[in-house]
């Protein structure tokens, strides 16, 4: 399993983005429209993590890790037959590949096709 995405929901992302820098030696980008304006850093083997804001009043901070998949639609449906809530279907996002949510036991999971 790799993680493709690490995407990090939090009111305050500009903290984040300076622990995270002083931490690990990272840079971060610009809000990135494509990504629900996530500030972005260079994960290593090629992944990114994301840092944004809620993109609505009831999205609850959350991290959340995106696995990559060779085929996200069956990916996908493995989870929901699994027994995975869909939270978000295949979708693409132009320029950075697809993706999808599903909740099991409480905790967001992520799918990433590039």
């Given at each position: 399993?790799?993680?493709?995405?690490?995407?990090?929901?939090?009111?305050?992302?500009?903290?984040?983005?300076?622990?995270?820098?002083?931490?690990?030696?990272?840079?971060?980008?610009?809000?990135?429209?494509?990504?629900g304006n996530a500030r972005t850093a260079s994960l290593p083997g090629g992944g990114l993590l994301g840092v944004r804001a809620p993109m609505h009043e009831s999205e609850a901070?959350?991290?959340?890790?995106?696995?990559?998949?060779?085929?996200?639609?069956?990916?996908?449906?493995?989870?929901?037959?699994?027994?995975?809530?869909?939270?978000?279907?295949?979708?693409?996002?132009?320029?950075?590949?697809?993706?999808?949510?599903?909740?099991?036991?409480?905790?967001?999971?992520?799918?990433?096709?590039?």
């Amino acid at each position: 399993m790799k993680v493709q995405y690490l995407e990090i929901v939090t009111p305050d992302v500009d903290a984040v983005c300076a622990t995270y820098a002083r931490l690990f030696g990272v840079s971060f980008s610009e809000p990135e429209a494509g990504l629900g304006n996530a500030r972005t850093a260079s994960l290593p083997g090629g992944g990114l993590l994301g840092v944004r804001a809620p993109m609505h009043e009831s999205e609850a901070p959350v991290v959340r890790p995106y696995i990559l998949v060779d085929d996200i639609d069956a990916a996908f449906e493995a989870a929901q037959a699994a027994g995975g809530e869909i939270a978000h279907p295949p979708m693409e996002i132009p320029g950075h590949g697809m993706f999808a949510i599903f909740i099991q036991g409480g905790v967001h999971h992520g799918l990433w096709q590039i």
